[in-house]
Each structure stands twice: as structure tokens, then as C-alpha cells.
């Protein structure tokens, strides 16, 4: 069940309360980049979601306080079994990992024995337990270098994430047909008419974008790919094709520079927002702390099979998760 601010929080100092809690409970609070300003403010790390379980499992936390969606703070306890994880709001999903239910991936992978399993970290723990191998966005090129071309692959939950890996590698994948519902919101339309306002700003987009964005792309790649693509970039103005709290964390890093969210359908929408990642607030937060719930708990066996798709993961990937990208176009 949720837990949910009440009344009762009146006149409450939360940030001191944070403070104080994370003391006392030992604790690392993480943030990802799609999170409210207030909470990446507060957080130890702010980062990509694998970063950040990494992150936490290297530290001597007792407590993982995740400012994400789930699969990020179950993702943070298949790496960290010991540790207490709790999620501010037991509701905070995916619409990537939502697409994609283990039975029916099962019944899917069934159906295509020949095939390994390419996932998508954007998956739940039990469609992580039926991959073979996990990628991330900064990954998912260095790792499908290196599975022979004979090799039949299925690819999900995300299919436009899919499809440019697909494209760029000459590579046919069955694909699962999931998708972000933020990264779907952005207009083409709308791009095109923003890019003619800023005739020479680049576009940043994320891989989960549809084709029709990335063709317009002057760089794809991971969250932490796109911050690194606007520190090196020569001009001082970006359009940023990712959800918009992102934005936060350039302004902060780069204040000379001018940051510009890709526009939804009708061209001034907050549909890029995602609605799962807003559902963690301060107060929440503050509750998790306080009485250690919403806790995630993952079955010992279950959490197991899937963290061996992420130790294959990491094995590939040789120092490219956090840290690299899919590279400028």
C-alpha cells in the first residue's frame, strides 16, 4: 500500500526530517534524472538507474532510499540482497515494464527456442530472471557487438530502442512491442518547428524515442550520454528529446547555456512528463525513511536468475555501463 502525506506532516521541516533520517537509518537516498528538482537536490547520487544501483551497492549503506520507478529500486536489490531498499511510491512503474507481463515473454520465448533474450533494463525482475542478457541504453551497442550475426535475438520490451539498434547494426531482431509513453508523446511536427526557431541548436534525443525523432537527431543516447554530448557540444543552446527533469541537472552543471525540452503534440504539453517518475514527492520520501516502507522484497531464487542477465551484462559491457552512449549521428 501506498504511503500517503497526511495532515499530520503540518509543520514539518521535511528536508531537516530527511536529513536527520538518513543519518539515523544509514542511508543512501538516489535520484534519477526524470525526478522532481527538490528530490535530486536531496539525493547522494544522481544518475541512470544501473549507475545508481551500482552505486549503492558500493557504499556501506544499510538503507537504499530509490527516488525512481520500480524496476530501478528492484534492479537495486538484486544487486544489494543485504540491504533495506524502499520506493516512496509503491506505484511508481513503467509504462515499458507494464508492456511487457513474464508469462506472456515467456510464452514468447517458448515460441522462438532459438532465439537468446535481449532485454532492456526497463523490465521487471521476473522478465530479467527470462533474459539471457540485460543491456542499458549506454550498453546495448558495446554488447550486441559481440553476439555472432547467426545469432537470433529477441529484443524488449522496448521496440523503438529495438529498431535503432536494429538500423544502425544492420542486425534483424524480433522485437517486443513496448514503448515509453513519454518518449512516444514527442511531435515530430512540433520538433521541426522548434529546430526552424533555433535553426543552429543540435537535438539530443534518447534511444527510446520513435524513429521519426531520431532521424532528426544530431546525438542519441543514454541520460547520462546526453548531459555528457551538451558539456562537450561548441554552441550554448540544446533541444533535449528526453523527459524534461533532466533539463534540471544541465542547468545546474552548465548555467551558461540554454536547455530547450522537445515539445509534445500540441507543441506546449507537459505529456513528456512522466507520470510514474512524478509520483514521488518530499513528503513520501520522508515517510519511506520513517517507517522503512514501501519496502522491496525479491524471492531469493527469483532474484538469482535475474541477476545472472546482469552479471552477463557487466561481464559485455567492460566498463561501458554509466559511461558511455549511442554515439553522435
Not at 523490465?123 to 555472432?148: M, R, Y
Not at 535475438?153 to 534483424?172: A, M, N
Not at 543552446?237 to 528526453?242: D, K, N, P, S
Request: proline share 6%; net charge negative.
Amino acid at each position: 500500500m501506498t504511503a500517503q502525506p497526511s495532515s499530520s506532516l503540518a509543520g514539518i521541516d521535511l528536508r531537516d526530517e530527511i536529513e536527520r533520517l538518513r543519518r539515523e537509518r544509514k542511508a543512501v537516498i538516489l535520484a534519477h534524472y526524470y525526478q522532481k528538482p527538490e528530490l535530486q537536490d536531496l539525493a547522494d547520487f544522481v544518475g541512470d538507474s544501473l549507475e545508481l544501483s551500482r552505486k549503492a551497492a558500493a557504499s556501506e549503506a544499510q538503507v537504499i532510499a530509490f527516488c525512481g520507478v520500480r524496476f530501478m529500486a528492484e534492479t537495486a536489490k538484486i544487486l544489494s540482497p543485504e540491504k533495506i531498499v524502499v520506493l516512496p511510491d509503491v506505484n511508481a512503474g513503467c509504462s515499458l515494464e507494464d508492456s511487457c507481463p513474464p508469462e506472456k515473454f515467456a510464452a514468447f520465448r517458448a515460441a522462438h527456442p532459438d532465439h537468446i533474450a535481449l532485454t532492456y533494463i526497463n523490465c521487471s525482475t521476473e522478465v530479467k530472471a527470462l533474459s539471457d542478457i540485460i543491456v542499458t541504453s549506454s550498453s546495448a551497442e558495446t554488447i550486441l557487438a559481440q553476439i555472432p550475426r547467426e545469432q537470433k535475438i529477441i529484443f524488449g520490451p522496448d521496440r523503438h530502442l529495438g529498431g535503432y539498434l536494429s538500423r544502425k547494426f544492420d542486425r534483424e531482431m524480433l522485437l517486443w512491442p513496448g514503448v515509453c509513453i513519454v518518449h512516444e508523446a514527442f511531435s515530430e511536427t512540433e520538433l521541426l518547428k522548434l529546430r526552424a526557431r533555433h535553426p543552429d541548436a543540435p537535438i539530443a534525443a534518447h534511444p527510446e524515442c520513435p524513429p521519426a525523432i531520431l532521424d532528426h537527431a544530431d546525438y542519441v543516447g543514454s541520460t547520462s550520454g546526453i548531459l555528457k554530448f551538451a558539456t562537450a557540444m561548441p554552441g550554448d543552446t540544446l533541444i533535449v528529446a528526453t523527459e524534461p527533469h533532466i533539463i534540471h541537472q544541465m542547468s545546474r552543471a552548465m548555467p551558461a547555456k540554454t536547455f530547450i525540452g522537445a515539445p509534445g503534440a500540441d507543441g506546449n504539453c507537459n505529456c513528456n512528463i512522466c507520470p510514474y517518475m512524478a509520483l514521488n514527492t518530499l513528503e513520501k520520501l520522508y515517510l519511506a525513511l520513517r517507517d522503512l516502507t514501501p519496502r522491496v522484497e525479491i524471492e531469493e531464487g527469483l532474484r538469482r536468475k535475474a541477476k545472472a542477465s546482469l552479471d552477463r551484462m557487466l561481464e559485455m559491457a567492460a566498463g561501458t555501463v554509466g559511461k558511455g552512449d549511442l554515439g553522435a549521428r
